[in-house]
């Protein structure tokens, strides 16, 4: 663990749901990053721990959230019916903002978004044009990053440290 670093498991409510959260926060943060995890992933995932872990690093907090309750997640692997509805996910994400807003530390901080799993890497293109759909009706600074030769896990030498890459400077331009 960095040294002044905090973590602390939080929960956060979405109407009589419960979503877990892992929430980092170093020492003279400069932004909050909430990390979204699509399905089959979570707030465990080595990935996103090591992007978040990175970020902090570069002074910016993470919370690393759960999009899904622990039941939602069970069913959904059954049945992908989570996992693309874009509503529930939207809502849930937007409950993890209001939550640090209110927040006594975090709250004054300005936040900026991290997309994690679904349709994230240069060769999963059956996604891609979903996000790039996405991305025109975006109304704040967002970017689309494509990392040549990733697939969906970012497995390929030297993919995720891009991504970590791309994400700092994307945050340190933008928050």
């Known amino acids: 663990m960095q040294s002044g670093m905090v973590i602390d498991a939080v929960r956060i409510t979405d109407g009589p749901n419960l979503l877990d959260a892992d929430?980092?926060?170093?020492?003279?943060?400069?932004?909050?990053?909430?990390?979204?995890?699509?399905?089959?992933?979570?707030?465990?995932s080595s990935r996103n721990r090591q992007v978040a872990d990175?970020?902090?690093?570069?002074?910016?907090a993470t919370l690393?959230?759960?999009l899904l309750t622990q039941a939602e997640?069970?069913?959904?692997?059954?049945?992908?019916?989570?996992?693309?509805?874009i509503q529930l996910l939207g809502r849930?994400?937007?409950a993890a903002t209001d939550w640090a807003a209110h927040h006594p530390?975090?709250?004054?901080?300005?936040?900026?978004?991290?997309?994690?799993?679904t349709g994230a890497g240069g060769d999963d293109e059956p996604v891609i044009e979903m996000n790039e759909t996405a991305l025109r009706r975006m109304r704040a600074p967002v970017e689309l990053a494509?990392?040549?030769?990733?697939?969906?896990?970012f497995e390929e030498p030297g993919t995720l440290e891009e991504v970590e890459?791309?994400?700092?400077d994307w945050l340190n331009r933008h928050l």
């Open 73 to 85: 997640e069970g069913i959904d692997v059954r049945t992908a019916e989570f996992r693309f509805d």
């Open 146 to 153: 494509i990392v040549p030769g990733a697939t969906h896990l």
């Open 23 to 44: 929430l980092h926060l170093p020492e003279h943060a400069r932004g909050l990053v909430v990390f979204a995890h699509g399905s089959g992933s979570s707030r465990f």
């Open 54 to 60: 990175y970020l902090n690093k570069g002074h910016f």
């Open 105 to 117: 530390v975090v709250g004054r901080l300005p936040i900026g978004y991290f997309g994690a799993s």
């Open 165 to 168: 890459r791309l994400a700092l």
């Open 92 to 94: 849930r994400v937007v």
């Open 64 to 66: 690393l959230l759960d």
